[in-house]
């Protein structure tokens, strides 16, 4: 099945977490755990989100990590560019080297406009939109 790599799934979960901008910073570990995410692999991977302009990075005794912008302005697109550029667009479904438009493989139609509607997908969800989901699941598992 095709589905963005646990890289990116975890990035999407700490930013969940994470206060807007103006809010109370917080730490790592605390990101960590709240995410699910294990700490050393959320520690690397944080400079990539800073300078993507995703976070904001607050030094001192009350720093931590928020969100650089609104919930509402941060797509799925973007953190999935932030932590792995655009591999998991792969060129070729089949995974061939010499499968292009002017020597396209049997599924390269298809894949290409899969790729188009993946990218429109990720490119008008939000951060926001996670946030609601996850906290709409919440609700339901506490009402049962």
Request: proline fraction near 5%; hydrophobic fraction near 45%.
């Amino acid at each position: 099945m095709l589905c963005l790599s646990q890289t990116t799934g975890y990035a999407i979960a700490v930013l969940a977490h994470l206060p807007a901008p103006g809010g109370e910073p917080r730490q790592l570990r605390t990101l960590a755990r709240l995410a699910g995410v294990p700490y050393a692999y959320l520690a690397k991977r944080m400079p990539g989100l800073v300078a993507a302009g995703l976070v904001e990075s607050v030094r001192g005794k009350r720093g931590g990590i928020l969100l650089a912008r609104a919930p509402e302005a941060i797509t799925l697109l973007e953190i999935s560019e932030a932590v792995e550029a655009r591999q998991w667009l792969g060129r070729c479904l089949l995974g061939l080297t010499s499968c292009s438009d002017e020597r396209a493989c049997p599924a390269h139609e298809f894949w290409k406009g899969a790729r188009q509607q993946i990218e429109v997908t990720l490119r008008t969800t939000t951060l926001a939109d996670v946030i609601a989901h996850e906290q709409g699941q919440a609700r339901a598992r506490a009402a049962r």
